[in-house]
């Protein structure tokens, strides 16, 4: 069973407001991912990270921004939310060594700006 | 750049009939393929995975997924399902060889009516 966690699990804010989704993950995993999901569609990778002060931006532009001062916590802040950022917001996380590893998923964040 | 069609967004059926859930992906180069499921209110669990050998893959549940390269397909089987396999399955894929992240396709609803 995976060990992610994703707080809070629903948010609700009223436009303008700054916010930040809390990630993390207890197993260690070196590659950590955040994932936009709206009914529908494809999720669309839209920040990940190697590891400690490692941060790319992913497929689909956002704006948002990550930070990953330690290897098991990797957040996501909107420094002035808008009702265009209502979406569930799913984490996940991955071991780098290998030919393939699993990627784990956490809950998810279903936002809702107002 | 790859894509993943999953042809179906919504498959309706009863209790204890066969399902397929089709998946077609664009690479023409050598990929890994997978299967995840979304429970409601819950993070996406892998079901199955393709990453070399055999063509026929099984996974957990009950479920399998025959690679097809020929047809660039990914097709989900599972030959009697089940009230508790009422989910969102999506489709996803990722060059192998290397470290790229997972391209998902816009998910299948299934329905299992009793």
């Known amino acids: 069973e995976a060990d992610i966690y994703q707080t809070p699990r629903y948010l609700v804010i009223g436009t303008g407001k700054k916010i930040t989704l809390e990630c993390s993950q207890t197993?260690?995993?070196?590659?950590m991912y955040w994932y936009q999901q709206d009914p529908g569609m494809e999720l669309h990778l839209i920040h990940y990270?190697?590891?400690?002060?490692?941060?790319e931006k992913g497929d689909l532009s956002s704006e948002s921004t990550v930070s990953r001062i330690r290897t098991e916590h990797f957040p996501l802040t909107l420094e002035s939310a808008r009702p265009s950022h209502t979406s569930q917001y799913l984490c996940?996380?991955?071991?780098?060594?290998?030919?393939?590893?699993?990627?784990?998923f956490g809950p998810g964040t279903r936002l809702t700006v107002l | 750049a790859q894509s993943v069609t999953q042809l179906d967004s919504q498959v309706p059926v009863f209790e204890e009939a066969p399902v397929e859930l089709r998946c077609n992906y664009s690479?023409?180069?050598?990929?890994?393929l997978f299967w995840y499921v979304q429970y409601p209110n819950q993070g996406l669990q892998l079901l199955l995975k393709?990453?070399?050998?055999?063509?026929l893959v099984k996974g957990i549940n009950g479920f399998e997924a025959e690679f097809n390269k020929s047809q660039t397909s990914f097709h989900l089987r599972k030959p009697s399902v089940h009230i508790s396999d009422t989910a969102e399955y999506f489709c996803?894929?990722?060059?192998?060889?290397?470290?790229?992240?997972?391209?998902f396709g816009k998910g299948t609803k299934l329905s299992v009516k009793p």
């Open positions: 690479s023409s180069v050598s990929v890994y």
């Open positions: 393709y990453l070399s050998g055999s063509t």
């Open positions: 996803a894929v990722r060059s192998s060889g290397s470290q790229g992240n997972l391209i």
């Open positions: 990270s190697y590891g400690v002060n490692s941060t």
């Open positions: 996940a996380s991955t071991r780098m060594q290998g030919a393939y590893n699993e990627q784990f």
């Open positions: 197993m260690g995993h070196d590659k």
